[in-house]
């Protein structure tokens, strides 16, 4: 396993493993590809550090939970016999993941990283790592098709979706959780330690509300007092701004956004680990009590809140024309429509 594998070994010094980049580099064939996958799956298993280094960093690259919040990373030319150290390297990239340096710093250490690396082993395979493309025409797909449940693995970035209630009509009964639908962007909030990384649905990151992201690291702690969590969790929530159309374009642009005055509407919390398995089988209703218990503190930001709603009795002829009353006045106030959720179903991303 991954997590058997000591990546702090000397052994792990002066590896070459940028070989296997021109390997899949030297075709498009997705075969090919797929094959040069294959071996190193294999080397890897009988103990190849080569391998073992090229897979480990495909898995740095691939990860959408490992963000290094660097932007430019520099190339290097004609270094060689440098010492490659491949353990210096990966604890470069923990620092950045964790923010534990950042800025000047982080520029200043990434620069005599390099200078320690041979500069094919840096530019085909280091710096590629930092800015998480390899670009040799994989993805964690590919790689995942290959690896399959083993241990190297990409994790699948998901989150739990809703379906039309118009074709679920047999589970519209039983005390439900009623919310408007706003009308946002979705957006997975992943906190780890004194990081922050916001993510959209499918897995692609945000860097567009700063705000935001600064906002829920102030108050991160006011989610996490004895919940075991270790300071790593998930808060799933939509953003939402003046109107929908002016949003999506400040939300993708790669400059200039304009993202102020838009607010973060927190209707969900889940353990980071539980999130990267897909799922967290503690009630709906018990997730609602965790999320509620920082809203003293988040009423206290300007672009933070905790999702508002209410619960109805849907076994009752009285619930269930509240619901109808709920939905048409959401609708008349410009809204998408409502959410009705099953306090007692567990987080599942899909």
């Known amino acids: 396993m991954i997590n058997a594998i000591d990546f702090n070994e000397d052994r792990f010094n002066s590896v070459m ?3 296997w980049i021109r390997d899949l580099e030297s075709s498009d064939s997705r075969l090919h590809k797929e094959s040069v996958i294959e071996k190193a799956l294999m080397a890897a298993k009988l103990g190849s550090g080569d391998a073992q280094c090229f897979l480990f960093n495909c898995y740095q690259a691939y990860n ?3 963000t290094f919040n660097v932007k430019q990373v520099p190339e290097t030319a004609g270094l060689t016999h440098m010492p490659n150290p491949w353990p210096r390297f990966w604890a470069l990239l923990e620092d950045l993941r964790t923010r534990g340096i950042s800025g000047h710093r982080a520029r200043d250490a990434i620069l005599a990283c390099a200078e320690q690396f041979d500069s094919d082993e840096w530019n085909l395979l280091a710096r590629r790592v930092l800015i998480k493309d390899l670009r040799c025409g994989i993805s964690e797909k590919t790689i995942n098709k290959v690896v399959g449940k083993t241990e190297w693995k990409i994790p699948v970035f998901t989150c739990q979706l809703a ?17 408007v639908k706003l009308d946002g962007v979705r957006v997975l909030a992943v906190v780890q330690g004194h990081a922050v990384t916001l993510y959209s649905r499918n897995g692609k990151e945000f860097a567009n509300f700063p705000q935001v992201a600064e906002a829920i690291l102030e108050q991160r702690k006011a989610f996490q007092y004895g919940r075991g969590t270790g300071g790593n969790y998930v808060l799933d929530g939509e953003i939402v701004g003046e109107s929908f159309q002016k949003l999506m374009k400040q939300a993708h642009r790669k400059s200039d956004a304009k993202t102020d005055g838009m607010v973060y509407h927190i209707f969900d919390i889940i353990p980071l680990d539980a999130f990267q398995d ?8 018990k997730r609602l009590e965790w999320v509620e218990q920082a809203r003293g503190a988040l009423d206290e930001t300007t672009c933070l809140r905790v999702m508002p709603g209410m619960n109805v009795d849907l ?3 009285e619930g269930h024309d509240i619901m109808r009353r709920f939905a048409e006045a959401s609708v008349e106030q410009g809204y998408e429509g409502i959410m009705i959720k099953d306090l007692d179903a567990g987080y599942r991303c899909k």
């Open 278 to 285: 897909g799922e967290w089988k503690v009630a709906q209703d």
């Open 315 to 317: 076994d009752t002829a």
């Open 163 to 179: 379906q039309d209630s118009s074709d679920q009509q047999q589970k519209l009964k039983g005390i439900k959780r009623l919310e």
């Open 17 to 19: 493993a940028a070989g």
């Open 64 to 66: 959408p939970f490992y």
